[in-house]
């Protein structure tokens, strides 16, 4: 069981640059989030999906898009890199309840550095 | 809306000593509250949660954290620290809704001095 992994891990791009973040999870989660760490900014949501083919904006959506590619896959979309983009990323899982509490499990990461 | 306020970035304590991380919530209804922490260079672990019942709630690790609604705190205790505990520690809220969006404190930078 890999749990939630997260391609690449190191990321340099020049502004105006595109790239796709990719994120998988072998745990059968239904839900699956895509979040930012910036310094002394903790976690923001960018975007989530409750479900396969369901996708819905977060705290910070603005810049990016998301594909929901199947059940096991999210994948974060930045058309046009600007260096306010600059961050770590996270994708999360988690099971899918009709309500309580539903533990998120991390990936590693990826470090985007935008130029 | 829930929100979060984690009242220190950074706690330098000496190892072996004591320690408490400090977390206070904000809701309108009823939360679910926990505890991450993220180690160096890694992603986030839930390291303890509540969800109901007793205040007191304990990780495998040492640390335990008591749910005080009358002041809407979930602090962070450890009576001695390692130096494996060097971490940064996020206090975090949800309302357990269906779509279960979680909200995170800003973090607690958790500095264990030889």
């Known amino acids: 069981n890999a749990g939630v992994t997260q391609t690449p891990k190191f990321q340099v791009l020049k502004t105006g640059q595109s790239m796709t973040l990719q994120c998988a999870q072998d745990m059968n989660h239904n839900s699956m989030y895509w979040y930012r760490q910036d310094p002394g900014m903790g976690l923001r949501l960018i975007y989530y999906?409750?479900?396969?083919?369901?996708?819905d904006k977060g705290e910070v959506p603005n810049g990016y898009n998301v594909s929901r590619l199947n059940k096991r896959e999210f994948s974060l979309r930045l058309e046009s890199a600007a260096p306010s983009q600059t961050s770590v990323y996270f994708c999360a899982s988690s099971e899918a309840r009709t309500g309580g509490f539903r533990e998120q499990y991390f990936g590693p990461g990826t470090r985007l550095t935008v130029t | 809306a829930q929100s979060v306020t984690q009242l220190d970035s950074q706690v330098p304590v000496f190892e072996e000593a004591p320690v408490e991380l400090r977390c206070n919530y904000s809701s309108s209804v009823s939360v679910y509250l926990f505890w991450y922490v993220q180690y160096p260079n890694q992603g986030l672990q839930l390291l303890l949660k509540?969800?109901?019942?007793?205040?007191l709630v304990e990780s495998i690790n040492g640390f335990e954290a008591e749910f005080n609604k009358s002041q809407t705190s979930f602090h962070l205790r450890k009576p001695s620290v390692h130096i494996s505990d060097t971490a940064e520690y996020f206090c975090?809220?949800?309302?357990?809704?269906?779509?279960?969006?979680?909200?995170f404190g800003k973090g607690t930078r958790l500095h264990i001095l030889p």
């Open positions: 999906s409750a479900s396969e083919g369901t996708t």
């Open positions: 975090a809220v949800s309302t357990g809704s269906l779509d279960d969006k979680i909200i």
């Open positions: 509540y969800l109901s019942g007793s205040t």
